[in-house]
């Protein structure tokens, strides 16, 4: 696979009825069996916001996924809420976890039971022989420390913020993500950090 930083897309080009190449500025032509096109997506608040709820970006939620709308509440991409492990900052979450989570908050508010959300957020996927997990919010990092080498492809990165560890992110070393998920909001230890003999727990 390559991966092409910074390229530009000027046209997909018709082949026999179908997409067949992709052109890039400056003149590269890439045949392709099938073009896949990710452009990120966009919440569809509208009409809970034409309604009166307060949002922009997302539908604003408070800590039990409540809407500013007396008996509607919003959990999932849509959801705009304050994230403790993003510095307070209201954040939208787009990961299957956050909806799973916030929806089990709103069924225990719905059926009587206290609740409040505040799951630490994680993230996983697989590419090839690539197993990518991360465990709380790298935006906002002010350091950060590689432990082992990528050229071996198993390695991790954490990430500080103001001091302490705001995320680990694991590249074939679920090791790492699991007992880096205890390290969140402890000192960032960087020398102690970077020691792969050493384990990443607490
Ligand atoms: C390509 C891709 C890959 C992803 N990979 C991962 C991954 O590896 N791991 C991970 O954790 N997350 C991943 N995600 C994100 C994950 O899919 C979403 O975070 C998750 O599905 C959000 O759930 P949701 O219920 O909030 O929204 P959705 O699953 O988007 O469900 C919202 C539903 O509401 C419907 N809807 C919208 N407007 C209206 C309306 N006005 N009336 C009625 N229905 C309406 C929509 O049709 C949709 O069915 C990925 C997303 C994409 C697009």
Redesign the pocket.
């Given at each position: 696979m390559t991966f092409r930083l910074d390229a530009q897309v000027t046209g997909i080009e018709e082949v026999g009825r179908r997409a067949g190449a992709v052109h890039l500025h400056g003149g590269a032509r890439l045949p392709a069996d099938l073009v896949l096109v990710?452009i990120?997506?966009v919440?569809?608040v509208?009409?809970l916001l034409a309604a009166g709820a307060h949002g922009g970006d997302g539908v604003a939620v408070d800590d039990g996924c409540r809407t500013s709308l007396p008996d509607v509440f919003a959990?999932?991409?849509?959801?705009l809420h304050a994230n403790r492990f993003a510095d307070g900052a209201a954040i939208r979450?787009?990961?299957?976890?956050?909806?799973h989570d916030?929806?089990q908050t709103v069924a225990r508010l719905l059926t009587g039971s206290p609740a409040h959300y505040d799951s630490i957020p994680?993230?996983?996927?697989?590419q090839y022989d690539l197993k990518l997990q991360t465990v709380g919010l790298v935006p906002g990092y002010d350091a950060f420390v590689l432990r082992g080498d990528p050229a071996g492809r198993a390695f991790s990165a954490v990430y500080g913020r103001k001091g302490l560890v705001c995320a680990v992110t694991s590249i074939n070393v679920p090791r790492d993500f699991v007992q880096g998920r205890a390290l969140i909001g402890h000192p960032f230890d960087a020398g102690r950090i970077a020691d792969a003999s050493t384990p990443l727990r607490v």
């Open positions: 990710g990120g997506i919440p569809s509208a009409p959990i999932g991409d849509c959801a979450l787009e990961s299957v976890q956050n909806a916030q929806a994680w993230f996983w996927s697989h």
